[in-house]
């Protein structure tokens, strides 16, 4: 391993553990330290990757040989610990979504920005090829004014998800929502990320499968800024997981995306494309963090752009609880 690889710690060794293995396997990059108030989880990893275990990540941020650290905990602690990783001069990345709420969002971002530190938020759809196939065509205007885009995901959640962990999934508090906060939000991201700024939304939301706080099932109708429409549908209830979908059409084109590989492309007047789509950007968050320390790149997801999907999904929250459209800025 070279002196100079980016060094990484991980705090929550959840969906943490596969971030090691990630770390683990990018060349210029270096796990050296990791922490988990779960003793048997970081003395398994500690001993897997032969790095160094802390039951408390404060003790973690004291040493002095991180580069990066990722925040891989329950939803609601994104930001608290997040700041703490910033004034403790660290580069932060934090699992999606970037918090649950906007305040805790924006004030991590600020936090970051005041330590001079970099934010990323782990989205891993963002390094998908055909999606940046399909990003690349519409914004070519290959696909002509766009007309309509969708995201749908359909699976399903036992009771037992729900209740192991601790509780927090399914929780405003900890989850901020449910299965449009928690699974669908990687879609919503790329939603958006396609199609450009929401300007308002009409949302439903309900429980109809599970004993949480938050909804099992959420859709919304979308208008875009730029005129185009759109349709949101996340739900736990599924009996078996569907192959969670993006629909984007316009008036030469359309796409369709299935768990990010794309099924069905289409351009009136060019021929089928049967070559993969090259993309030459990071495959993960370990890689784009590494070209951002060593090439002074823009992360994929910064702090603002992981901001925007949870907007969203509160505004389709403030929507189905008020009955009425909600208008993107929110207050």
């Known amino acids: 391993m070279s002196e100079d690889a980016i060094r990484f710690g991980v705090i929550g060794l959840g969906m943490g553990a596969a971030r090691c293995k990630m770390i683990a396997g990018t060349a210029g990059a270096r796990l050296v330290a990791v922490a988990d108030l779960n003793a048997e989880r970081r003395e398994k990893i500690a001993a897997q990757y032969k790095v160094a275990a802390y039951d408390d990540y404060r003790k973690m941020l004291e040493r002095k040989d991180l580069d990066v650290v990722m925040v891989m905990t329950p939803s609601g602690l994104h930001g608290k610990i997040g700041m703490d990783v910033a004034a403790a001069g660290r580069n932060v990345v934090t699992t999606k979504p970037i918090d649950v709420t906007l305040q805790n969002a924006d004030a991590l971002i600020a936090a970051c920005k005041k330590a001079g530190v970099k934010l990323a938020v782990d989205f891993d759809a963002r390094y998908a090829p055909d999606n940046h196939r399909v990003k690349e065509a519409i914004e070519s205007g290959r696909f002509g004014k766009i007309i309509l885009g969708e995201a749908r995901l359909k699976w399903f959640r036992s009771d037992e998800y729900f209740q192991a962990s601790g509780g927090w999934r399914g929780t405003w508090a900890m989850d901020g929502g449910g299965s449009l906060m928690n699974q669908t939000v990687h879609w919503v991201d790329i939603l958006q990320w396609l199609m450009g700024p929401v300007e ?74 049967t070559a993969p789509y090259v993309y030459n950007g990071p495959k993960n968050v370990v890689e784009d963090m590494i070209q951002v320390l060593t090439q002074g790149k823009t992360p994929e997801v910064g702090g603002e752009e992981g901001r925007k999907s949870i907007e969203i999904v509160i505004a389709v929250y403030r929507s189905a609880q008020s009955g009425r459209p909600v208008k993107l800025p929110l207050a």
Request: hydrophobic residues 40%.
């Open 200 to 273: 308002s939304v009409v949302g439903q939301i309900g429980i109809f499968n599970h004993k949480i706080e938050t909804e099992d099932l959420g859709m919304a109708m979308l208008r875009f800024k730029s005129g185009a429409y759109g349709t949101l549908l996340g739900t736990t209830t599924h009996p078996v997981d569907l192959p969670a979908r993006i629909e984007v059409h316009g008036a030469k084109g359309a796409a369709m995306l299935e768990n990010h590989k794309a099924v069905m492309f289409t351009i009136k007047g060019e021929p089928p494309e």
